[in-house]
């Protein structure tokens, strides 16, 4: 079984500056990593994923995360945030094999003006 | 235009009423899910669709069950609803050759009294 940590349920940043958040997983095969954003009051929307290749993925607004076999992780990044991206993350993980999708408990990230 | 659809978006009932929450897609994704979200656990999955008539149990499937007669229509039934299945319900999609890329309605929130 798949199991997917975030170990930050919260991090505020002011806007402009930097931001990464946590994502380890637990799995030994062949998997697919990916982040969702959710907007308060709206369903998640796909940010990214990785399953093979060239462990740095961009994704959409700026967002980019890095792959790492040795930490079992899968931290998101993006360099400069804005107001709007102001939202839970979700990590997710699915073995390549299956249809079942685990999610970690997200990260509500906080973008202060 | 790629889109998964919810209906109702709010629902107020009452105790050992029949619940009937709907959703449907226009990508003719073969694979579809019914989460609920509650404060703190994140996203559990209910029930896994494969395609028509084909149906398997998620993590919590107790005090539900699921119909899915067309490719584009998963619906998630209560037969006596409980107190305790007052949260919000998301529905998603997949597109089988994606990996993990799930499409997600704006949710269904359902409470009971």
């Known amino acids: 079984t798949q199991t997917v940590s975030q170990s930050d349920a919260h991090v505020t940043v002011f806007e402009g500056d930097s931001v990464e958040l946590r994502c380890n997983y637990s799995?030994?095969?062949?998997?697919?990593l990916s982040w969702y954003i959710q907007h308060h009051g709206h369903g998640l929307q796909f940010l990214l994923k990785?399953?093979?290749?060239?462990?740095v993925v961009q994704g959409v607004n700026g967002f980019e995360a890095e792959f790492s076999k040795s930490d079992s992780s899968f931290h998101l990044r993006k360099a400069s945030v804005h107001w709007s991206d102001s939202a839970v993350y979700f990590c997710?993980?699915?073995?390549?094999?299956?249809?079942?999708?685990?999610f970690g408990d997200g990260t509500q990230l906080v973008v202060k003006p | 235009d790629m889109k998964v659809t919810q209906m109702p978006r709010y629902l107020i009932k009452r105790m050992g009423e029949n619940v009937l929450l709907e959703c449907g897609q226009d990508m003719s994704h073969e694979t579809m899910y019914w989460y609920r979200q509650d404060p703190g656990l994140g996203l559990q999955l209910i029930y896994i669709s494969y395609d028509v008539d084909s149906n398997s149990e998620g993590d919590i499937p107790k005090g539900y069950r699921v119909s899915r007669k067309k490719r584009e229509h998963f619906s998630l039934i209560l037969d006596s609803a409980k107190t305790n299945q007052t949260s919000v319900y998301f529905c998603?999609?997949?597109?089988?050759?994606?990996?993990?890329?799930?499409?997600f309605g704006e949710g269904s929130r359902l409470i009971v009294v």
């Open positions: 998603a999609s997949r597109r089988d050759s994606s990996g993990n890329t799930l499409y």
């Open positions: 799995y030994g095969g062949s998997i697919y």
């Open positions: 997710a993980v699915s073995a390549s094999s299956n249809n079942r999708i685990f």
């Open positions: 990785y399953y093979s290749g060239n462990p």
